[in-house]
């Protein structure tokens, strides 16, 4: 579904990212581990346009996203939920639901859309009119979640959505993920927190200063002594 190859991404005259590879397939998610500044935020900036590579491809059911604009991603099936939630806190949170649809046309479908957003996320229906900025960590995090699923994405990329979040808020996030992969959205994941993410994920890759070192089955490599060692605390 989505392929990523050979890409190399620069900072001024600081290489970010370096022949990167790899694949996600429909139906999966996929988890993209590795310490801060490993470069995990650059490839999900670079796959949605908002970053332009030096080098690679960028394969979007056969498509390539290099030459794609931002707003032109969305439209085709791929939704970002930024680091930070980065939800719009003057506007209600309504109206942030609203701008997750702003590629879409048909209002009676949007609004069926919202009534699956808000069955899912029920304490966003409660708080619909409230103004974004006053909800907690955990319902920002619900908010950006939600917003994107508005542009009814079949991928769905995702850049730390545990961070600084109540270990019970952790649990229901990753318990959300879940059930969006389960009614056939595919995940990429990118989380600093590995045990987490590779107990959900199907697949995974290891990146570090912009190299990606190790790849596989989720579950072999939660036994990987190397990966216990430098990313689950053992």
Known sequence: MLEVRDLQVYYGVIQAIKNVNFKVDEGEIIALIG??????????????????????????????????????IVSMGLAHVPEGRRVFSQLTVHENLLMGAYTRSDKNEIEDTLLHVFKRFPRLEERRNQMS??????????????RALM?????????????????????????????????????????????????????????????????????ELMNNESVKKAYLGE
């Open 151 to 219: 542009s009814k994405p079949r991928i769905i990329l995702m850049d730390e959505p545990s961070m600084g979040l109540s270990p019970i808020l952790v649990e229901e996030v990753f318990d959300i993920i879940k059930s969006i992969n389960k009614s056939g959205t595919t995940v990429l994941l990118v989380e600093q927190n590995a045990k987490k993410a590779l107990s959900i994920a199907h697949r995974a890759y290891v990146l570090e200063t912009g190299n990606i070192v190790l790849e596989g089955d989720a579950k």
């Open 133 to 146: 900025g006053t909800l907690s960590g955990g319902e920002q995090q619900m908010l950006a979640m939600g």
């Open 35 to 72: 310490a801060n500044g490993a470069g995990k935020t650059t490839i999900l900036h670079t796959i949605t346009g908002l970053i332009t590579p030096k080098q690679g491809e960028i394969l979007y059911e056969g498509a390539d996203l290099k030459k794609a604009p931002a707003h032109k």
